[in-house]
């Protein structure tokens, strides 16, 4: 892989990573398209999901924060919940238990925390099944229609108003499957996770936040099974710089872009995404059927 064909990857990869289209995809088909393959194609995947992963957290630091406060707090409140649970059953009083989800934030954060148990199940175990897709064209083709679909069914619903107050945990759990699925590659993360967030009645605003949020996880998670897969091997300083800039370009339009998405995903129609996700869909299968 050359500079200029690792800097148009990174700066696809940038623009496509927090659309309602699939920015793995993308890579996949231009990875494809320059015959890259094997651990350089693999390695250069675990510095774009890094340079993704730095975006959505200085995009997001200030929810992080809070989360990762509401985190520490809800395992102190389950604890102190387990200790008068025993002190009930041995006393035989009926003190009160503390309230876990309290607060429209502490619920929030409940919800990404059981989303992210059957979103994490399927990451290990279709990681194999996502590798063999990977490398093709047709497969890819087929994920990106599917994302066509669920964007255009979620365009034509009516607009729900809950918070997350108002969202049932069996609900988490199906945008933590979807979320899972969503590692194949075609198929948009974001659009996915968005659409089942607003078919699961969640207003824009929440759904666009859970949708980042839940990024987080999901991207973490890839980038931990795939240098898992790395094993040894020889990185030249050359390689590594190309790597880095379109690692660099990447992150940054990322970066940028992101905050200008949380506002428009609130108000934006998705036809034009579905129309887009069909029609390279398309492309993708015919050019794997005439390759």
Same mark, same amino acid.
């Given at each position: ?19 309602? @289209? ?90 990404? %925390?059981?989303?992210?148990?059957? !979103? ?11 590798? &063999?897709?990977?490398?093709?064209? !047709? ?5 990106? !229609? &599917?994302?066509?679909?669920?964007? %255009? ?52 605003? @929440? ?45 940054? &339009?990322?970066?940028?872009? &992101?905050?200008? !998405? ?30």
């Amino acid at each position: 892989m050359d500079f200029f064909q690792a800097v148009i990857i990174g700066i696809v990869h940038g623009i496509t990573a927090f659309l309602p @289209v699939s920015s793995s995809g993308h890579a996949a088909l231009i990875e494809d398209f320059f015959h890259i393959q094997g651990s350089e194609g693999l390695f250069f995947e675990v510095m774009l999901h890094l340079s993704t992963l730095v975006a959505i957290l200085l995009a997001f630091w200030k929810d992080i924060k809070k989360i990762a406060a509401e985190t520490i707090l809800i395992v102190v409140d389950m604890l102190t919940n387990i200790r008068i649970f025993a002190e009930n059953k041995r006393n035989g009083a009926d003190k009160r238990y503390q309230k876990i989800s309290g607060t429209n934030y502490r619920k929030l954060t409940l919800l990404l %925390l059981v989303a992210v148990i059957p !979103m994490a199940a399927l990451g290990v175990c279709s990681r194999r099944l996502v590798q &063999i897709a990977f490398g093709s064209p !047709m497969a890819i083709g087929i994920g990106m !229609m &599917i994302s066509a679909i669920l964007l %255009l069914v979620v365009d034509f619903t009516a607009a729900g108003d809950k918070i997350p107050k108002d969202v049932t945990y069996d609900r988490a759990m199906w945008m933590g499957i979807c979320q899972g699925i969503a590692s194949f590659p075609g198929i948009s993360r974001t659009g996915v996770s968005l659409a089942v967030g607003l078919l699961c009645g969640l207003n824009r605003k @929440v759904a666009v936040k859970f949708t980042f949020l839940m990024a987080i996880p999901a991207v973490l998670g890839a980038l931990v099974l795939e240098i898992s897969q790395l094993g040894e091997m020889a990185v030249t300083g050359t390689m590594f710089a190309y790597y880095f800039c379109a690692a660099l370009a990447a992150g940054v &339009i990322g970066f940028f872009l &992101i905050r200008r !998405m949380t506002k428009y995903l609130q108000r934006a129609r998705f036809r034009g995404f579905a129309c887009y996700n069909f029609f390279l869909g398309i492309v993708a299968i015919v050019g794997s059927i005439l390759k």
